[in-house]
């Protein structure tokens, strides 16, 4: 008689995605994947980039500063997303050996069986619920293999806030040329629109359920806190990475920036070529009355980071060789600071 597998399910209980993407890629390395492990959690007002896309392109990332949106970025490809409260996220870890997508299609499939809610797969990533205009879609998937370990992951549309997705994934009209991937929206609904007493706590009860009667096991759900981090040290440093610039801004594919402005002092025209997150090109072109400053700028950009940081710095240098253009230069540093938003 062959034993039934040995199960894990962990359930977040943060809505910091760079702990919840931290916690994920945690368990994709360092977890045995001889388990069938289920992890459950949530974000709050975030939006997630794909591995290779440019935030300052694809995100507004003055209105996502203003409203105090996540930005934070996955180590999947695909496109920006936005989370909210109203999505639950689910993630498979299994060893590769015998894994069979279809085995997570039909837990999930059933676990909305258990809320009233008929649903049907869609191509490899999706699943949709029939509606006279079309399907619309509920959930999407992705994927991700290594030589002994399979990973699962997507999301559940119950009660998402969808008109916001507009505000924070289109950017302002602007003239940046970027070289990475640009999203793909899609049609989809609210599983409320046909379930209204349907929470994150009932899917996560339903998914549980459907998790533990798929492998013929059970389990206790095992809590995450933020604390959780201070137990194990590589989660510690995963978090860290996942928070920093350096990932979420840095990992940037290379770009190209124009910014025009007529400032009180001259015109001014700044192009910067920018890879990883930092200027590696910089032209700037002024009739303003102080051609040494202009050049200094020039030079001060390049090496600088992406970021209102990195204007700060290079005006900072500039200041310090003409001290007495003191105005000039903050309305200069002003300008500089709001093109790049971050």
Not at 43 to 51: I, M
Not at 307 to 333: K, N
């Amino acid at each position: 008689m062959s034993q039934a597998p040995r199960v894990r399910i962990l359930l977040s209980e943060t809505y910091n995605p760079w702990f919840n993407l931290a916690t994920e890629d945690w368990i994709f390395r360092e977890l045995d994947p001889s388990a069938q492990t289920l992890f459950l959690w949530r974000n709050d007002n975030t939006v997630v980039v794909g591995r290779n896309q440019n935030p300052w392109s694809e995100c507004n990332l003055a209105r996502m500063e203003e409203d105090k949106v996540f930005l934070a970025r996955r180590t999947s490809g695909g496109g920006a997303v936005f989370h909210d409260l109203g999505n639950t996220c689910f993630t498979f870890l299994s060893a590769k050996e015998g894994y069979d997508k279809t085995a997570n299609v039909r837990i999930l499939l059933d676990a909305l069986s258990r809320l009233g809610v008929t649903a049907q797969a869609s191509g490899r990533n999706d699943l949709v619920i029939p509606q006279e205009d079309g399907p619309r879609k509920i959930s999407g998937s992705a994927y991700r293999e290594t030589k002994d370990r399979a990973f699962h992951h997507g999301t559940f549309l119950i009660h998402a806030n969808l008109s916001r997705l507009a505000n924070y994934l289109t950017p302002h009209p602007k003239k940046l040329e970027s070289k990475g991937s640009a999203s793909v929206r899609s049609r989809v609904m609210n599983i409320r629109d046909l379930q209204p007493e349907t929470s994150h706590e009932s899917l996560v009860k339903a998914m549980i359920g459907a998790f533990c009667d798929f492998h013929g096991a059970t389990a206790e759900p095992e809590l995450l806190e933020p604390s959780f981090l201070e137990s194990q040290p590589s989660l510690k440093r995963t978090f860290d990475h996942y928070a920093s610039w350096d990932w979420r801004f840095g990992n940037a594919p290379r770009f190209s920036h124009q910014m025009v402005e007529y400032l009180s002092w001259g015109f001014f025209e700044v192009h910067v070529d920018t890879e990883n997150g930092h200027v590696t090109r910089a032209q700037v072109f002024s009739d303003a009355l102080y051609p040494d400053l202009v050049q200094d700028l020039q030079a001060a950009l390049t090496g600088k980071p992406h970021s209102r940081d990195g204007m700060q710095q290079a005006v900072a240098e500039v200041r310090a060789r003409h001290p007495s253009q003191e105005r000039e230069l903050a309305e200069l540093e002003t300008w500089l600071m709001g093109q790049v938003e971050v």
